[in-house]
């Protein structure tokens, strides 16, 4: 079956520290991938996407490169903030073969950026 | 269009109470998920609607969970007889039909006592 696997949290810096989550995938087929953030009481939001080998996904400052050879699509920040601090997800999609396209999600990291 | 609204946010009910959460999805979007969330972990598939027809149901989906997306607009998920570990939080997502992109609601957190 599908399954992501990406770090264990929780994970804490200081601000303007890197930050990297690293996140690796099995899949059945070809998969897109992504990262969700979800702050503290709220849903899920899309941060950032990659649809095909080597694609490099970009948002906030946020970026995560789709490597095929390595399964994997970690997520990468040169400078973080306190308002970073959520529960990050790494996700993969494929078509389920019955009309539906089943996003497949880790566990998920928590970050809590510091003053 | 505000996006995808859950109702209500959150619900906590005595062990053996039925529960039924809706989900408004954006307008245009013809499909229609639902996914459970446990503390600690990612979110898992449970149903999805395209239009009215709901086509496809997870095994986690017992015989106690029901789903509904009646003129496929508005959908509903019913719990019957809740036990403990159904508390979870439940979110609602749409998309359009011929992509992927997946709008998701802000759940509903369920507390079953």
């Known amino acids: 079956g599908n399954s992501v696997t990406q770090m264990e949290g929780p994970v804490t810096l200081s601000e303007e520290a890197f930050l990297t989550i690293n996140c690796t995938y099995t899949?059945?087929?070809?998969?897109?991938l992504f990262w969700y953030v979800q702050y503290p009481g709220e849903g899920l939001q899309l941060l950032l996407k990659a649809t095909k080998a080597d694609d490099k996904g970009s948002n906030k400052g946020f970026e995560a490169t789709y490597r095929k050879e390595t399964t994997s699509f970690h997520l990468e920040k040169g400078s973080v903030q306190v308002s970073d601090s959520a529960v990050y997800f790494c996700a993969l999609i494929l078509y389920s073969g019955a009309g539906s396209y089943q996003l497949t999600f880790g566990k998920g990291t928590k970050l809590s950026v510091i003053p | 269009d505000t996006g995808v609204s859950q109702d209500p946010r959150h619900k906590i009910t005595k062990r053996g109470q039925n529960v039924t959460f809706r989900c408004d999805p954006i307008?245009?979007?013809?499909?229609l998920y639902w996914y459970r969330q446990t503390l600690g972990q990612g979110p898992e598939f449970l149903t999805y609607f395209q239009n009215e027809a709901q086509l496809e149901k997870s095994r986690l989906l017992s015989d106690r969970f029901s789903a509904e997306r009646p003129k496929g607009s508005f959908s509903t998920l019913e719990i019957q007889r809740t036990e403990q570990g159904d508390s979870a939080m439940y979110l609602c997502?749409?998309?359009?039909?011929?992509?992927?992109?997946?709008?998701f609601g802000s759940g509903t957190r369920l507390t079953v006592v």
């Open positions: 899949a059945t087929g070809y998969p897109s």
């Open positions: 307008s245009e979007h013809n499909r």
């Open positions: 997502a749409s998309s359009e039909a011929m992509g992927y992109g997946y709008t």
